[in-house]
């Protein structure tokens, strides 16, 4: 069952939340060695919330019943949560149990949602293979030879793989969006700004969000109208008023302007994708929608922009786990200057580090200046480029990733490889607009490819409208990946 089937069976008593729990925890069992999707699993306390939301629901107090009373999610382990590990799959972070929920998690339980555990993840969300994590990696449902995408590897592959009814990931630059593709699956950034991020554990603070991750458009909908809001912790939180997510699904896209830029489907986007997309724009044409080619020139300086904006955020956050206030420390060290870099060489994974080395370089004396503001600068007129765009259009279509999921190792010894694989996601990610993966095709060695709409700021309505109708025409997601389960399609 999807979140929605699940929602109407547990309400209906047709099943009980114990019994969703339960077969979800089984299905871990069962599958987690081979995809390594979880890294820490909470059976007792999701049992225990089980029992509770079964009690709630029994006594038939409507104001008691939550959103999402008795659903089994999962989270990412970057994502604060009280009384439970959270690692950031990182060695610096092993064994650290927050004393507090983030704002999300404190939403989730307050909608009644079931917590299975906390999920792998490239360190510190820094990757696009999650390869990158110090636990050992996480393996794409579809082909376990292959990625599941990064950093948010694990919820996009837990969902994939029905070992989560949903989850929530992060997105700092296509984190959510890039595994959603790859695992066939679907997966909102929203607007920044729009959902908490007091208790995430920072990798770029001007770029991170939570987004959530599930089966289909209907239940991303769901999770977010679950943990979107205005959070007076949060300083970077909008107060801008939070609209009915799922009326939206229902209404007719015709009339709605598709933009489609040529910069996303030249050069580096391979021939199977860009089919995929452009029969997928066909489709929206076919729904009545207005299809028109748009450009946006700086698109090429994204990547570049991108990451030396995030690497220099990424430097400041993390100067933090020095050994003495945060993290691992080394033991047997004779000074502090060896405390200090043993700690940190030790604790930190080869992509954190080269993160860390490009950042600071980028903030050094001499390079910030000519690097650090002059991608600032880059970063606004992308934003303002959107902006133009949006004036004769309403979304703007295109790949979530130029190829479909490589296989695990690969690109690991070509950072400018891997970090090329984030091109069509960067550029939303920057101008701080929201942006859904859906599924829209499949290559010839049965690899899911996704399509990505992005938004308005704010506008969420209009990308969750047109995903959803694409997603009712075109059922790409209603095929599962064959791995521990038969493929017999399901409306639910």
């Known amino acids: 069952m999807s979140l929605y ?7 209906s008593r047709e ?36 029992r509770r939301s079964d009690d709630r629901i029994g006594a038939g107090r409507r104001d008691e019943i939550g959103h999402l009373e008795g659903i089994p999610i999962a989270l990412k382990d970057n994502i604060a949560t009280d009384g439970v590990r959270t690692t950031c799959a990182s060695r610096m972070l092993d064994g650290y149990v ?11 339980k307050q909608a009644g949602a079931v917590l299975l555990g906390k999920l792998n993840m490239d360190e510190f969300s820094m990757g696009s293979s999650n390869f990158f994590s110090a636990f050992g990696p996480c393996r794409n449902p579809w082909d376990l030879s292959r990625t599941p995408g990064g950093s948010s590897g694990g919820p996009a592959a837990a969902v994939a793989a029905r070992m989560a009814a949903g989850s929530l990931g992060t997105d700092t630059g296509g984190s959510v969006r890039q595994p959603a593709s790859f695992c066939g699956v679907v997966g909102l950034r929203p607007t920044y700004g729009r959902v908490s991020r007091f208790g995430l554990i920072a990798f770029a603070s001007s770029l991170d969000q939570i987004g959530p991750v599930a089966r289909d458009v209907r239940d991303c909908a769901i999770l977010l109208d679950a943990v979107a809001g205005y959070d007076p912790r949060d300083s970077t939180s909008m107060p801008t008023p939070v609209p009915d997510y799922l009326h939206s699904l229902g209404e007719n896209p015709a009339g709605l302007r598709i933009g489609l830029p040529r910069e996303y489907l030249d050069g580096g986007c391979d021939p199977e994708v860009a089919g995929a997309v452009r029969k997928a724009v066909e489709t929206f044409a076919g729904l009545g929608c207005r299809v028109e080619e748009v450009s946006l020139p700086h698109h090429k300086h994204c990547v570049a922009t991108y990451y030396l904006l995030a690497s220099a955020e990424a430097s400041t956050n993390l100067a933090r786990y020095d050994g003495v206030r945060f993290g691992f420390r080394a033991p047997k060290t004779a000074d502090f200057s060896e405390m200090y870099t043993r700690s940190r060489t030790e604790a930190f994974g080869p992509e954190v580090k080269r993160r860390i080395m490009l950042g600071t370089h980028t903030l050094s004396a001499g390079y910030r200046d000519e690097w650090y503001l002059k991608a600032q600068k880059v970063r606004t007129l992308i934003a303002r480029e959107f902006a133009a765009a949006f004036r004769s259009v309403d979304l703007i279509a295109g790949p979530t990733s130029p190829a479909a999921a490589w296989r695990l190792a690969d690109r690991t010894d070509d950072p400018l490889a891997m970090y090329l694989s984030d091109a069509c996601t960067v550029p939303a990610s920057l101008a701080g607009l929201p942006g859904i993966s859906v599924p829209c095709g499949f290559t010839r060695d049965g690899l899911p490819i996704g399509l990505q709409l992005a938004g308005r700021q704010f506008d969420e309505e209009t990308v969750f409208r047109a995903a959803f109708a694409y997603e009712q025409t075109a059922r790409w997601n209603m095929t599962p990946p064959s791995l521990g389960h038969s493929t017999t399609k399901s409306a639910e």
């Open 5 to 11: 089937g699940i929602k109407k069976a547990v309400l």
């Open 15 to 50: 099943i009980s939340c114990v019994e969703a729990a339960d077969a979800f925890l089984r299905r871990i069992d069962a599958l987690n060695p081979e995809i390594g999707a979880y890294l820490t699993v909470t059976r007792a306390q999701a049992l225990d919330a089980a």
């Open 98 to 108: 927050p004393p507090y929920d983030a704002t999300v998690v404190s939403m989730l």
